[in-house]
């Protein structure tokens, strides 16, 4: 399982403890929000694409939603989502728990600046009833992204 791998990912860093695994679902925004007692936009979403022949997740306040000409603008061509099967089988966890960490080798993890006007997020961690807290600093060290972006639109008004 996913959350195995996650698990496993942060124990090299003594912060498999601070996973949080919910009795209920946390697989879209609005439950994951609900489950953590926390805003929505805090959600840290994995968003998942193709570009080229790899997969790219694009990390974003759960908020926020993809500016097509933005994110063409950044990655050379139109923003075309993984389906379900392609998440789990290029990234390596299944839609509603897909996380920037443990992910399939390959994978490129971008992080988008609607992130950065807040101290904390919580990404999943890789099923659709877990999470994790971190702080921004610790979102760049752990997820193994290559770069902020500026891919996404409808927070701006929320900062």
Not at 27 to 33: F, P, S, Y
Not at 104 to 113: A, F, I, R, T
Not at 135 to 144: A, D, H, K, N, R
Request: with cysteine; hydrophobic share 40%.
């Amino acid at each position: 399982m996913a959350i195995e791998k996650v698990k496993t990912y942060f124990e090299q860093y003594q912060m498999a403890d601070r996973i949080q695994e919910f009795d209920v679902s946390s697989a879209t925004v609005e439950l994951a929000a609900a489950a953590l007692h926390c805003e929505p936009q805090r959600i840290a979403k994995t968003l998942s694409f193709m570009v080229d022949d790899h997969a790219v997740l694009v990390v974003a306040a759960g908020d926020a939603k993809i500016d097509n000409p933005k994110y063409k603008a950044q990655f050379g061509k139109k923003a075309k989502m993984l389906s379900p099967e392609e998440v789990e089988t290029l990234v390596g966890h299944a839609v509603g728990g897909v996380c920037p960490f443990a992910v399939n080798e390959g994978v490129e993890v971008y992080l988008d600046v609607s992130l950065k006007r807040f101290e904390t997020v919580f990404p999943a961690c890789g099923s659709s009833n877990s999470a994790i807290e971190l702080t921004i600093p610790e979102l760049e060290e752990y997820s193994g992204y290559l770069k902020w972006v500026d891919v996404c639109k409808g927070y701006e008004n929320m900062l």
